[in-house]
């Protein structure tokens, strides 16, 4: 069983800074890409941001120069770096991971996982 752990969310004033993580337990054999989702209510889920096992990454133009994503491949962790926030960018963020199982192996082969995702807050 395949289970996203985020935590980093909460309340901030605008001008702030957060910074969200989501590691990946279970016994997987590798992750590729990893990516930050935004939804609020009545919005479908919008990409923020994301980043391939090679470290390549994108951004929404939104956050562009406020957030970087990053990951730790030993520790099957990404993390998101949110400074200068606004209140435009309360929501609750998600986080995905795309992993592979072991070559062999009854489930071989790329599956996506969630993230029970976290609240992001941001008072004027």
């Known amino acids: 069983q395949v289970q996203l752990v985020e935590s980093g969310g909460g309340l901030v004033q605008a001008g702030g800074s957060l910074r969200l993580s989501c590691v990946v337990n279970?016994?997987?054999?590798?992750?590729?890409?990893m990516t930050w989702y935004r939804q609020g209510p009545s919005m479908q889920r919008q990409v923020v941001a994301g980043?391939?096992?090679?470290?390549?990454?994108n951004y929404a133009d939104s956050v562009k120069g406020r957030f970087t994503i990053s990951r730790d491949n030993a520790k099957n962790t990404v993390y998101l770096q949110m400074n200068n926030l606004k209140p435009e960018d309360t929501d609750v963020y998600y986080c995905?991971?795309?992993?592979?199982?072991?070559?062999?192996?009854?489930?071989?082969?790329?599956?996506?996982?969630w993230g029970q995702g976290t609240q992001v807050t941001v008072s004027s």
């Open positions: 995905t991971a795309r992993v592979n199982f072991a070559p062999g192996t009854p489930y071989e082969g790329e599956y996506e996982y």
């Open positions: 279970g016994r997987i054999f590798s992750i590729n890409s």
């Open positions: 980043i391939t096992r090679d470290g390549s990454r």
